[in-house]
């Protein structure tokens, strides 16, 4: 009987090749492959002879890479036991890699007639890339199920949700025939199935997923397991999605306190659920215990995983997000730089999380008047995500946006409203003319529209915002009260007093429901009632 591995692969590497390592690394755990990698995995004080020989058994492909210096006596002796493990018939399958620099003659003899993956002319090859993935899935029992599920994870990476959906369907069915309905493997495909339809705002669907696998897992494993802790989690993120602030807190803690109570050997599930929670403090304001929870996530990855790694530079950046919104900009400015200065070191300067780096620094500039630095960090950020995601990409359309919007606060709305629609034809194009995003997308545009003085356009646009909040969201989420506010405003210049009040009322009543009566935004919707007449 097939057994299940923990690991997809391992990673075998000499110390003159580390940065090489983690970059691969990081581009198969992108490609939906669980990757164990020594300076991810080992914790100070851990015997490593132990553990290497555990993490070898716990993978289905051990990846040998080969450089332009010698193996070193580490990687010597991995090389050792995963002899030995191939010796007594545990071995799984040997992918050996050639380096830029490497000979094949460097290659071990016992894998010199062995088909290789050649990345002698650089590491960025895609049909080298492409055929490493390759040997990787089709080692692995699963072989169909995991092939389908990379397909959709990289198909959901560059923003086509629904084309992976399929993919993870055709996983989820795979895992049924082979497996049974009530398998971890049915499980995990039911959840990515739910996370592509979040991505295409169907969250009702999404809903209905993940609590088929609570159900499953629950039976599984019991009501207190960490695999029940974790799809928890995901609800709190669909929820949240939908404005259900207090409900995704509710799921965000208890998915923290199973992780706590099984006495979690992974800090960084932890870290995860802290930060989750830490955001939804964000959204309802309570800012100072968002701070402690981003706080303490980035001191759990900082401890666990150095001071280098992409996850710290993750914390960072929530962390100076919200450190921006407490009016600590400069303070913010300083995460979102180191955060910056990590993903460029580990990623690379064309990576998509430089991108988004990019964009936070660019946000805090423009919130501290620094409009003209701010444009060049968008427009960089742009740069980076069109050369390396394609110029369709979906993330593309984000910094159009913030392009779009720097521009209207230089006063040059022309050149605004034309990256703002064309963001908006992009979003139209990926993700139909319903989704969330094409909401905000209208909202950014209409208030161009509204500065310019074309009211009326403003106000169309701001209604078809509306509309499709209400529909998508439901009537009662906060975005959909940011529009009505905008709509509010319009209507009162506009001349259109009774309906700009009625507005108004709307929107504070929405924000005080769902965010509390002395959250920000409820205020400003008040003051601007008591401003229009009420």
């Known amino acids: ?9 391992f990673i075998s590497y000499a110390r003159s090749d580390s940065k090489t390592a983690e970059f691969l690394a990081n581009k198969l755990r992108e490609a939906g492959l669980n990757i164990w990698l020594d300076k991810w995995a080992l914790v100070p004080g851990q015997p490593w002879a ?17 450089g332009g210096t010698s ?8 090389l050792k036991s995963i002899l030995d493990r191939q010796n007594v018939g545990h071995g799984g399958r040997i992918i050996p890699v050639l380096l830029p620099g490497a000979e094949k003659e460097s290659l071990p003899r016992f894998l010199q007639t062995r088909s290789f993956v050649d990345f002698r002319a650089g590491l ?53 025939e082979v497996y049974g309905p009530s398998h971890p493997k049915v499980v995990e495909a039911l959840v990515r199935i739910a996370s592509a339809k979040q991505d295409q705002a169907d969250y009702a669907g999404a809903l209905v997923l993940l609590r088929e696998s609570l159900e499953i897992a ?7 397991s960490q695999q029940v802790g974790s799809i928890l989690n995901n609800l709190g993120a669909v929820v949240r999605d939908l404005g ?29 659920r802290l930060n989750n929670i830490g955001s939804v403090f964000r959204d309802l304001g309570r800012l100072e215990e968002a701070l402690q929870c981003f706080t303490r996530s980035l001191e759990i990855d900082e401890a666990t995983l150095g001071p280098d790694h992409p996850n710290v530079a993750n914390r960072l950046s929530n962390l100076g997000s919200v450190l921006a919104d407490l009016g600590r900009r400069e303070e913010a400015f300083q995460n979102f730089r180191r955060a910056l200065e990590i993903d460029e070191r580990s990623l690379g300067p064309d990576h998509p999380s430089v991108a988004n780096r990019l964009s936070n620094l660019g946000s805090v500039l423009a919130d501290l008047g620094r409009r003209e630095e701010a444009f060049q960090y968008f427009r960089r950020a742009l740069e980076i995500d069109e050369r390396s995601l394609g110029p369709d990409h979906p993330n593309v359309a984000n910094r159009l946006s913030n392009l779009g919007s720097v521009l209207a606060d230089l006063g040059r709305r022309e050149e605004a409203l034309e990256y703002l629609r064309r963001a908006l034809q992009m979003d139209e194009k990926f993700l139909g003319p319903d989704h969330p995003t094409i909401a905000n997308r209208l909202s950014n545009i ?35 009260a940011v529009s ?41 919707v008040r003051s601007n009632l008591q401003s229009a007449g009420e």
């Not at 390759?134 to 029992?141: A, D």
């Not at 259900?244 to 995860?272: I, M, T, W």
């Not at 009211?455 to 906060?478: D, T, V, Y």
């Open 218 to 224: 629950t039976a599984s494993y019991g009501s207190e």
């Open 446 to 480: 209409g208030s161009v529209l509204s500065a310019s003085g074309r009211l009326s356009e403003a106000k169309m646009l701001f209604e078809r915002a509306i509309e499709i909040q209400k529909r998508k969201l439901g009537r009662k989420h906060p975005d959909v």
């Open 71 to 78: 193996m070193g006596s580490w990687q010597s002796e991995e």
């Open 484 to 524: 009505i506010n905008n709509l509010a405003g319009v209507s009162f210049r506009l001349g259109e007093k009774d309906a700009a009040l009625a507005s108004y009322r709307e929107a504070a009543e929405i924000f005080g429901s769902a965010l509390g009566e002395q959250h920000p935004n409820t205020m400003l």
């Open 124 to 176: 960025a090859q895609t049909e080298a890339f492409d055929r490493l993935l390759t040997g990787i899935v089709s080692g692995k029992p699963d072989g169909e199920i995991s092939q389908e599920q990379r397909i959709g994870d990289s198909l959901r990476l560059r923003g086509d949700a629904s084309t992976a959906a399929t993919h993870y369907q055709r996983a989820l069915e795979a895992a049924r």
């Open 50 to 66: 132990a553990t290497l020989k555990s993490a070898l058994d716990d993978s289905s492909s051990t990846v040998l890479l080969i």
């Open 1 to 9: 009987m097939d057994r299940d591995f923990k690991y997809d692969v």
């Open 244 to 272: 259900q602030l207090h409900d995704a807190l509710a799921y965000f803690r208890r998915s923290l306190d199973l992780e706590e109570k099984a006495g979690s050997n992974d800090p960084r599930a932890v870290s995860s």
